[in-house]
T-cell receptor
């Protein structure tokens, strides 16, 4: 079945630790995105990538880093520089030229202890 | 002023009611308008997609865009308990490669 797989679903981290969230898609989509969702805040864009080895910052990129070495994969690292990392993280993908139709993964819930 | 405004609710209606969900926006360059539905603790899924102004109907759902007023709506007819979800509006402009801007989402509860 085609889709987007995010892992882990739940993650706990101590303050000061970096953590990497995985996102893999087998939809052959060119574009991939990371969003953060907080209660009452909606979805806010962290980073997005339209092609391999290229990515752009979204509205809240500070404290995060990404890589796009393969078309299928777009991992997100939450660094210790992110002041308030506890959130629900959503990865999405879309076909080139169809950036309105996003396919989302199930999400990863990160809690910093 | 935020680019996209959406009342978070919660909105509670009885089964069978007509539901109206709305968003306003400030960027007149927005051309593509979407409604996503999000089940609790899941990723959103696309519900409706419209381009520019006008109406689009799909079953019990109607999406309406009024660009002159910078206002979009999603109507749900004959609402059912399974419609209880969070609904997010999203939009973007015509430039290639720009990402979606989402509203905060409205939580809808339909009671039997």
């Amino acid at each position: 079945d085609g889709g987007i797989t995010q892992s882990p679903k739940y993650l706990f981290r101590k303050e000061g630790q970096n953590v990497t969230l995985s996102c893999e898609q087998n939809l052959n989509h060119d574009a991939m995105y990371w969003y953060r969702q907080d209660p009452g805040q909606g979805l806010r864009l962290i980073y997005y990538s339209q092609i391999v080895n290229d990515f752009q910052k979204g509205d809240i990129a500070e404290g995060y880093s990404v890589s796009r070495e393969k078309k299928e994969s777009f991992p997100l690292t939450v660094t210790s520089a992110q002041k308030n990392p506890t959130a629900f993280y959503l990865c999405a993908s879309s076909r080139m030229g169809h950036t309105g139709e996003l396919f989302f993964g199930e999400g990863s819930r990160l809690t910093v202890l | 002023q935020k680019e996209v405004e959406q009342d978070p609710g919660p909105l509670s209606v009885p089964e069978g009611a007509i539901v109206s969900l709305n968003c306003t926006y400030s960027n007149s360059a927005f051309q593509y308008f979407m409604w996503y539905r999000q089940y609790s603790r899941k990723g959103p899924e696309l519900l409706m997609y419209t381009y520019s102004s006008g109406n689009k109907e799909d079953g019990r759902f109607t999406a309406q865009v009024d660009k002159s007023s910078k206002y979009i709506s999603l109507f749900i007819r004959d609402s059912q308990t399974c419609d209880s979800n969070t609904y997010l509006c999203a939009m973007r402009d015509d430039q290639a490669g720009t990402a979606l801007i989402f509203g905060k989402g409205t939580t809808l509860s339909v009671s039997s």
